[in-house]
């Protein structure tokens, strides 16, 4: 042949007439292929064909590539943070494993998402069926699909190349790919009923209703919704930080299953050790730096004594294994059956996750000594759940709990009585509660270090003609008997009768009706104008504190106000609405009457408080991390003392800075008959006060009668207009 003959001959140039041929055959050294038709079918088979046995994760090793700007970018494999305690909770998702659902309780920002992630592009690629992934509302779903789905489409290029080109194949609420679909819902009757599916994920699963449309729980309604699968298996990821306590929510869940822990090999003497929170050792009577910069992980192995820095911690997670119900760990190893169990549950432990140890203990610490100031739990309990990602146990959860009678005791041994102010008050505050026939009203001191005395409990019953019953919820004029009974009350100082304090801000709840709530937004409307007819004084917008207990267990201590702009009236100043975490702030009270002896944040009361006001201060039951008041049960006075904690938090913050509370409000200086009677400025209200029509005397000090005879007692003191 020809061809043969220009091959040898090598020379095309030679022959003109072999043109285009002869030059691509002179490039390529090859003659110019057709089609091959067993790559063509063997890649048609391709998508027919049994996948490629691989695990989840060596599919997330294969297939994505990590894209951090500012931090780690590359294979999966490689990323530099701890990953050792995903692989199996991610491999355990594969159908070929025994486990219907996974269940990972765990802190924040510690993986639990990306083993769903990885999970759901190993089933497009490998293992495809439709997917649900619920979180907890339609808005947390969609920000979780623009911005962690769209980038997992982008770090695995071979799961994007997988979706459909479809109109409907890509939009925040469905990802479409050849052979299996990711639906992304939230947790409500309709979706959880629409259709059935085979995989589900349901991420921040604390966060869920516990009763979704009056059908019960998440996991169960996806698991009733699964029976047309059964032969074929299903799988639920479930994950969470714990919020919920030992009994509701995921904590149950993980500990019902094979209940894994993290356990490692010590460094020095190669026994093994759960690595856990409380394996580590700081310093906890400094400050939080010397917290962070003390810390180390402690073998707990008599006789060892190893010791592992942060710069150990890479190593120590190489001898890792997850130690599940009936398994035991020993060196290098486990030994022992995992017990057959339907869930796969894992509990993960802050202290192998991102953040550092060193910065753990800091931030433990600075919750410990906010505790140690201010009664308050709520940031050790954030601490422990995302940080650590347990549930927090509440520091006098194991103490008895203070008992009526020991409060009788306490008021008994009293050196004081009802109505006095006992040395050490620095402001005092009132607070009112609603009856349907009465207010309920309190007086309570407030001094340094927390300390609270309680100097009044008295309940209005009748307006000031002493016949008239009240009715706050229906008459809306009722309410002006606060006024003088409560704003415009003074009390005696116990060491000196002759001088009296005045209320530094009076509390009053307006929940329990929407009535309740109008009438009190008119009077503080009343109160702050001031009336002339009346001859009342303009009062500041700072001596009344409307409050409404806050339902969010996990909410702040107290958020900023609200204004009700439905309510707001024309041309006056704002009402403002205080809405104060109530379930903390009893906490904190609880805290504070457990103290036993007077000291910080201790709690006296007044000898002659009645049987019925102390009762009513340990009416309520702390329920699975949420206080409740037992049917039929009298809680006003306990309300009304958690009340005056949000009073002064309000007005002097959490620090409880007392410098903040304005002289006119403070225990008047004693006065002596050596010196002269303190100037009127000084009894000047620190804020600005309109007093446009009456002039308003400090109590008579002549009242106490020949028991006091100081001469100088007799002076008036005139407050300023
Ligand atoms: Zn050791």
Known sequence: MQTSAAQTDNSPAGNPRLGALSLLMQQTREPPKFADGRRAIRRAFKEVAFPEKLTPMEAADRHRHLRNPGAYSGPWRDSPEPMQHLVEPTNALAMTSPYSIVAVIGPSQMGKSEVGNNWQLYSVIYDPADMAFFSPTKELTASYVTTQINKLLEECPDVAERQLDTASADNIYLKQFRGCDWHFLWPTGPNFRARPFSRGRLDDYDDFDEDIGDQGDAVSLFEGRTTSFQGYGTKLYVNSSPKKGPKRGIEPLVAAGTSKRWWVDCLMCGDPFEMAWERLSFNREGTDLEAASSVIMACPHEGCGGVHYQHHKPELMKTGRWVGRGEMAVPRGKVGDLEPNSTDSYWWDGVFGLAPWATLARQARAAELRFEEHQDEGPLKSFFQTKVGRNYVSRSSGDAPVTVDALTERAQASGYTMGQVPDGVVAITMTVDLGVDRFSVMAVGHGLGNRAWIIDRFDILTLNDGITKLEPFRRREHWSVLYEKVLRKTYPLQRDPSLSMRVFCTGVDTGGSDDATDNAYAWWHDMVAGSRAAGRAALPHTVITLLKGGNRPAGRL????????????????????????????????????????PGPAYVELPRDLGEKHIAELRAEEKVEGLWEKPEGVRNETWDLFVYSLAVMLRLVGLDQNLTRVPLWARPPAARTPEKAPPPVAEQKPAEPVRRPTVQVTRPSPQGPGPTHPKPRRGIRVVSAR
């Open 558 to 597: 107290l958020p900023a106000p609200t204004v009700d702009a439905k309510r707001q009236m024309k041309g006056a100043p704002e009402c403002e609405l205080w809405v104060p975490n109530v379930n903390r702030l009893k906490d904190m009270a609880d805290y504070r009457f457990r103290r036993p002896t």
